[in-house]
């Protein structure tokens, strides 16, 4: 059964970076799309971005320029995890990270992980 396992949040400060890593596992196949959701305190769950297996990425516009998205390219792999490098954070990045994975009409979560910019 298919598990996102993910990695890298913490504290910074504004103007900093982070690096956040999702790993898929439990499968025996390349997954069509993964990406990155977030939620800040009080607001809905919003995408930040976005992967699909031939390279296309999507961004949310409140990340582009400062965040990319990158998927594992390495020869002999299934290409299941999935890197979001984070520069030039501001205080409104703070929220709860969450990977997801997307399969057909099949979706996955991940559990979370923390990001706070302070100012």
């Known amino acids: 059964q298919l598990q996102l396992v993910e990695s890298g949040g913490g504290l910074v400060q504004a103007g900093g970076s982070l690096r956040l890593s999702c790993a898929a596992s439990?499968?025996?196949?390349?997954?069509?799309?993964m990406g990155w959701y977030r939620q800040a305190p009080g607001k809905e769950r919003e995408p930040v971005a976005a992967?699909?297996?031939?390279?296309?990425?999507?961004?949310?516009?409140a990340v582009k320029g400062r965040f990319t998205i990158s998927r594992d390219n390495a020869k002999n792999t299934l290409r299941n995890t999935v890197d979001l490098q984070m520069t030039s954070l501001k205080p409104e990045d703070t929220a709860i990270y969450y990977c997801?994975?997307?399969?057909?009409?099949?979706?996955?979560w991940g559990q979370g992980t923390q990001v706070t910019v302070s100012s």
């Open positions: 992967i699909h297996f031939g390279g296309t990425t999507n961004y949310a516009d």
């Open positions: 997801n994975a997307r399969h057909g009409s099949a979706s996955r």
């Open positions: 439990g499968i025996k196949f390349s997954l069509n799309s």
